[in-house]
T-cell receptor
Framework: DQQVKQNSPSLSVQEGRISILNCDYTNSMFDYFLWYKKYPAEGPTFLISISSIKDKNEDGRFTVFLNKSAKHLSLHIVPSQPGDSAVYFCAAAKAAGNKLTFGGGTRVLVKP | ETGVTQSPTHLIKTRGQQVTLRCSSQSGHNTVSWYQQALGQGPQFIFQYYREEENGRGNFPPRFSGLQFPNYSSELNVNALELDDSALYLC????????????FGPGTRLLVL
């Protein structure tokens, strides 16, 4: 039972353009959502998060949008840079819990 | 300030054997979580240790067990290895189980033949 899904396994975008990564979840108990970036041979690194009381959170080039009614979140990267090429995971958690549930990841390639 | 380190980086075992993976948490962190990442999938939560006590467990059988030591380093033990246990095992340390302070190690890649 995949509670967090990233339906696009890969995304290719031109440098300078916007990258949009999508994530859907099924468990309405999830209250907190995070995005991680992973380079080969490294562990995931935390990128940005959003709690369910917000619908948008911005940090520099990264913005996360949350649509609770649709159980959908997205990560926007603008402008995209070659160094953004990595695998991106969305993850969700219940506010009172300690377990992160990850999606399957989206591999992003930013072409110069 | 040292990061999260894991050892070994790679290892190969045969079915039925037992394995111990190790994780040194980031300085000052008192919480360690372990994840299994199968090829092409996202990390799956195995369990978390907070101040040497298990603080939550994912959907993994009892042959997956762990320990956290007084210095907050941790071990993951897997008994009776199965082929499906082949994966990247990630540990992550954090302060007071906070996700934003959670830093992942590079992982241990386990191959079970």
């Amino acid at each position: 039972d995949q509670q967090v899904k990233q339906n696009s396994p890969s995304l290719s975008v031109q440098e300078g353009r916007i990258s949009i990564l999508n994530c859907d979840y099924t468990n309405s108990m999830f209250d907190y959502f995070l995005w991680y970036k992973k380079y080969p041979a490294e562990g995931p690194t935390f990128l940005i998060s959003i709690s369910s009381i917000k619908d948008k959170n911005e940090d520099g080039r990264f913005t996360v949008f949350l649509n609770k009614s649709a159980k959908h979140l997205s990560l926007h990267i603008v402008p995209s840079q070659p160094g953004d090429s990595a695998v991106y995971f969305c993850a969700a958690a219940k506010a009172a819990g300690n377990k992160l549930t990850f999606g399957g990841g989206t591999r992003v390639l930013v072409k110069p | 300030e040292t990061g999260v380190t894991q050892s070994p980086t790679h290892l190969i075992k045969t079915r039925g054997q037992q394995v111990t993976l190790r994780c040194s948490s980031q300085s000052g962190h008192n919480t360690v979580s372990w994840y299994q990442q199968a090829l092409g999938q996202g990390p799956q939560f195995i369990f978390q240790y907070y101040r040497e006590e298990e603080n939550g467990r994912g959907n993994f059988p009892p042959r997956f067990s762990g320990l956290q030591f007084p210095n907050y380093s941790s071990e993951l033990n897997v008994n009776a290895l199965e082929l499906d246990d082949s994966a990247l095992y990630l540990c992550a340390s954090s302060l007071e189980a906070s996700w934003e302070t959670q830093y992942f190690g590079p992982g241990t890649r386990l191959l079970v033949l």
